[in-house]
T-cell receptor, first 114, second 116 residues
């Protein structure tokens, strides 16, 4: 079955530690996205990538980093520089960057930093 | 900058009733896409319905329909014969293209509860 997987579903870390969230897709999509969801704020774009080895900052990229070494993988690292890392993180992918391509979402990862 | 506003943080209706969720947006573009996404308690984002701005006809998907008013920049979602499974957060979203890449801008969401 084709789809997007995010692991783990729940992640706990101590303050000051970097943590990497996994996102894998087997839809053969070129474009991938990372969103952050906080209560009452909807989804906000962190980073996106249209092609392997290329990515761009979204609206709230500070304190985050990504890589796109393989078409199917787009891991997100939450660094210790991110002031409020506790949130729900959603990964999405699309066939391309054009306007007609739908974004498909993964199940998300809930990150709690204490 | 594009913005999307959902003015109803929470709504509650009885099963089988009809409910309308409001959404307004702000853009200077003429061609764009609008969406309604559903996020049930599982938190999986599910596309409910989409509307292309250049199409005047309102989109419908079974019990879900939209009222798209381009001049007023309004995009409301109507759910007919509501069911318990419709209980979820609903997000209105606007899709645009920036530097050759598509970008989704989301509203704050409306929490909809269907009561038995």
């Amino acid at each position: 079955d084709g789809g997007i997987t995010q692991s783990p579903k729940y992640l706990f870390r101590k303050e000051g530690q970097n943590v990497t969230l996994s996102c894998e897709q087997n839809l053969n999509h070129d474009a991938m996205y990372w969103y952050r969801q906080d209560p009452g704020q909807g989804l906000r774009l962190i980073y996106y990538s249209q092609i392997v080895n290329d990515f761009q900052k979204g609206d709230i990229a500070e304190g985050y980093s990504v890589s796109r070494e393989k078409k199917e993988s787009f891991p997100l690292t939450v660094t210790s520089a991110q002031k409020n890392p506790t949130a729900f993180y959603l990964c999405a992918s699309a066939r391309g960057g054009g306007p007609s391509y739908e974004q498909y979402f993964g199940p998300g990862t809930r990150l709690t930093v204490t | 900058a594009q913005t999307v506003t959902q003015s109803q943080p929470e709504m509650s209706v009885q099963e089988a009733e009809t409910v309308t969720l409001s959404c307004t947006y702000d853009t200077s573009e003429s061609n764009y896409y609008l969406f309604w996404y559903k996020q049930p308690p599982s938190r999986q984002m599910i596309l409910v319905i989409r509307q292309e701005a250049y199409k005047q006809q309102n989109a419908t998907e079974n019990r879900f329909s939209v009222n798209f008013q381009k001049a007023a920049k309004s995009f409301s979602l109507k759910i007919s014969d509501s069911q318990l499974g419709d209980t979820a957060m609903y997000f209105c979203a606007f899709r645009t293209i920036i530097q050759g890449a598509q970008k989704l801008v989301f509203g704050q969401g409306t929490r909809l509860t269907i009561n038995p």
